[in-house]
């Protein structure tokens, strides 16, 4: 019985981890069409990704525009998703206002990680969190996005 309700404790963690992964796509995919949009075109962020991307693999970005939005969103998802899932499993275990402190951290250290060590295909929106500007957006997105999964879990724990 104890077994079931360890086993049942880590679905219901790898279920709420993975919730808070999706809600982390979908806010900083937000922030990421605001940064674009102040710019002047919303999808900016996803196609500049998208011809990176591209590029990386020796393939004329010019020539295929759409493509590269395509790509660069594919990205977004993948990418945005994981670090979602990542940063929940170490917010999650904590309870009360150390999980809100520990999500605002989290957030903090993912932004810090993005300026000055990730390589720009393992950062959400690529190469727009390569500056401070794009940081703070992306990382006050985690931020809601972390904070935003733990109501997510609480509402998980009381069907």
Known sequence: MAH??????FTQ??????AAGTLTAIATGGALLGLGWREGE???????????????FGVA??????????????H???I????????????????GVTRVTVAVLAAAGY??????????????GYAVTGTMSGVVAIGAA????????????IGERHD
Do not use: K, N, Q
């Open 42 to 56: 919303a999808g900016r962020v996803f196609r500049l990704a998208g011809r990176g991307l591209l590029e990386r």
């Open 142 to 153: 985690v931020a809601v996005a972390l904070l935003g999964s733990v109501w997510v879990a």
């Open 80 to 95: 945005a998703t994981s670090w979602g899932v990542i940063l929940a499993l170490v917010v999650l275990p904590w309870r």
């Open 111 to 124: 932004g810090m990680l993005a300026l000055w060590v990730l390589p720009s295909t393992l950062r959400i």
């Open 4 to 9: 079931g309700t360890a086993h049942g404790r």
């Open 61 to 74: 970005s010019s020539a295929a525009p759409l493509t590269s939005v395509a790509l660069g969103y594919l």
């Open 76 to 78: 977004h998802l993948v």
């Open 13 to 18: 963690l790898i279920d709420a981890a993975l």
